[in-house]
């Protein structure tokens, strides 16, 4: 089993900036590609970036592509996101997963471990 476990969240101003942790404890997930999503009221969950399992290759949506870097710690148990230029519509639940694959993964269904999720709230 592994656990993943967010930090960093909170309440920020537009245009500010946040970094987001992901520790994982348990089975390692060195291995595996890492993913960011959020979720906010009334909508579905989301990917906002996501990190093979070397840092070599990451994907953003258009969403937050120039704003967002994802990067992963040097044991590569560790994930995170760092998040500029905040924006009112980044208000969320920022969730931590970690995939089922090695590579990139926009998918949903590819990702088996979820954090809790930590409240990014970004006011204007």
């Known amino acids: 089993q592994t656990q993943l476990v967010e930090s960093g969240g909170g309440l920020v101003q537009a245009g500010g900036s946040l970094r987001l942790s992901c520790s994982a404890s348990?089975?390692?997930?060195?291995?595996?590609?890492m993913g960011w999503f959020r979720q906010a009221p009334g909508k579905e969950r989301e990917l906002v970036a996501t990190?093979?399992?070397?840092?070599?290759?990451?994907f953003y949506p258009d969403s937050v592509k120039g704003r967002f870097t994802i990067s992963r710690g040097y044991a590569s148990n560790t994930v995170y996101l760092q998040m500029n230029s905040l924006k009112s519509e980044d208000t969320a639940v920022y969730y931590c997963?970690?995939?089922?694959?090695?590579?990139?993964?926009?998918?949903?269904?590819?990702?088996?471990?979820w954090g809790q999720g930590t409240q990014v709230t970004v006011s204007s």
């Open positions: 348990g089975r390692t997930v060195s291995n595996n590609a």
């Open positions: 997963a970690a995939s089922i694959r090695a590579t990139t993964t926009t998918s949903v269904a590819d990702y088996r471990y």
């Open positions: 990190i093979s399992w070397n840092g070599g290759r990451t």
